[in-house]
């Protein structure tokens, strides 16, 4: 079906070899992270685990975890595998559940990484005739450098925007014909919104696909911007302490991200007893780099939840693919002894044709939790009919209820009263923590 390839000798391997491959950079790395990682070496030891016991891919369950937790233990130098003068590069997580952790990286880790986004942008469509708008954030975030990277080695004439003044953006993607847009989803939606109200159509932009990650999205979500911008929107999943975006990206197909198997293996686990789960069951995605130097992580918990399937894809790539995460095991919310994701939510308000622009407020009152759900009307739909508004407020209610099984409640606001996120959304704000209460 489609026969772009950035690396092709990798990306369409087949599977036995790419287990091969891997059994042999397995063995390799585990020495070397024992032999240089006096953290791992000791969880190891801990655990009774030598080198010698890893032969294969089939040992890898003998190795520990490493979670977050370990990492804000060890950092900033504790995971560090090389030389600091053998580093060219630091980034740092968003921060988004807790304290920043950091990552190192040498020069051969960051190149290794940018052919991850630049196959990322060719399975997207680029090529050295595209101009690849990049406006996740740059600096410690890896979002930026990331895909910057990337589109150089794409070959794509890049324009390294940053997150942020989005007047600016649209002057740029219109005058210098932007066709590829690099963001979170929630700001390419924003986006999406600041070229309508400028009176632009989607035909009006010269965009032929984005590449969106970062932060968990619906599908809902991906068709609203796909109409609104007049693109195809291809997801990219990563995390810094891995190396960044680019660990997972979507091809034509659309429906599931092909992990970069070469370098990285993906495991799901049970997140409460740590079991190996089969291919095809939700659980917790768990990863170990293989040809990292400076910053090598073996069985990292990332706490996303998801699903890995290996079919044969019409892409022709045989990597394995990861279902679009459906948030992380902390962004799942505990309202009054309910599980709730902030997708399931933002799946009920498209569906119903809002955008998606909505917060969720989590309290606790004489000791029961309460639930309640901010949308903006849109602009077309905007009334101050108290009884127009009491009437769409239940509606959405009883359709959340329906999803959740439990009832919010809902608050329609005037457009453009919530917030609007230039990088990773803020969804929830849980007031519950200020008693103590961990979720
Ligand atoms: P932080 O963990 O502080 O947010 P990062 O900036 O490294 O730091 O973000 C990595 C995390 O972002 C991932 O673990 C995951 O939860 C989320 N993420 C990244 N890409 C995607 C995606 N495509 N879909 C859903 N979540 C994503
Ligand atoms: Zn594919």
């Known amino acids: 079906m489609e026969n772009r390839y950035f690396q092709k000798e990798f990306e369409t391997m087949p599977v036995e070899d790419i287990k091969k491959l891997q059994d042999e950079k397995l063995v390799k790395q585990v020495k070397y992270v024992y032999d240089n990682v006096k953290y791992y070496r000791d969880l190891m030891d801990e655990k009774g685990v030598k080198p010698e016991d890893i032969k294969s891919t089939a040992d890898l369950h003998k190795l520990p975890f490493l979670k977050k937790d370990d990492l804000r233990e060890a950092y900033p130098y504790g995971l560090l595998a090389t ?149 195809k929107a291809y997801d990219i999943y990563g995390l810094t302490e891995i190396s960044g975006p680019g660990v997972a990206f979507e091809c034509c197909e659309q429906n599931g991200m092909h992990i970069n198997e070469d370098h990285f293996i993906a495991e799901i686990i049970d997140p409460n007893t740590g079991e190996v789960l089969p291919e095809g069951t939700k659980g917790e995605l768990v990863f170990t780099s293989l040809d990292k130097e400076a910053f090598p992580l073996l069985r990292y918990r990332t706490r996303d939840i998801c699903v890995l399937t290996r079919k044969k894809c019409s892409c022709g790539r045989t990597f394995i693919k990861m279902a679009k995460p459906m948030g992380r095991s902390d962004d799942m919310m505990i309202i009054k002894g309910v599980n709730v994701f902030p997708s399931q939510i933002e799946a009920v308000l498209l569906n119903k044709g809002y955008a998606p622009n909505y917060q969720i407020v989590l309290d606790r009152v004489n000791n029961s939790d309460t639930f309640d759900v901010y949308v903006e009307m849109g602009e077309e739909d905007f009334s101050d009919s108290p009884k127009y508004i009491t009437k769409k407020e239940k509606e959405l209610q009883d359709a959340m209820k329906a999803m959740l099984g439990i009832n919010p409640k809902l608050h329609l606001v005037a457009p453009k009263t919530i917030a609007r996120s230039e990088g990773k959304a803020v969804r929830v704000i849980d007031n519950r923590r200020r008693y103590g209460i961990t979720i």
């Open 83 to 231: 030389d600091l003068k053998n580093c060219v590069r630091i980034h740092s997580t968003s921060g988004t559940t807790g304290k920043r952790v950091v990552a190192f990286y040498t020069q051969h880790d960051i190149d290794l990484w940018e052919d991850c986004c630049a196959r990322a942008i060719t399975a997207a469509g680029g090529t050295s005739e595209d101009v690849c708008q990049v406006c996740y954030g740059y600096g410690l975030f890896t979002g930026g450098s990331g895909l910057h990277g990337g589109s150089h080695k794409a070959g794509c004439l890049t324009l390294p925007m940053s997150s942020g003044n989005t007047d600016r953006q649209i002057q740029f993607m219109m005058d210098l014909n932007s066709t590829i847009l690099c963001c979170t989803p929630s700001y390419a939606a924003y986006i999406g919104e600041s070229l309508k109200e400028r009176g632009y159509k989607p035909e009006d932009n010269k965009l032929k696909a984005g590449i969106f990650g970062a932060e968990p999205w619906t599908e809902e979500m991906r068709q609203d911007i796909e109409k609104n911008l007049g693109i």
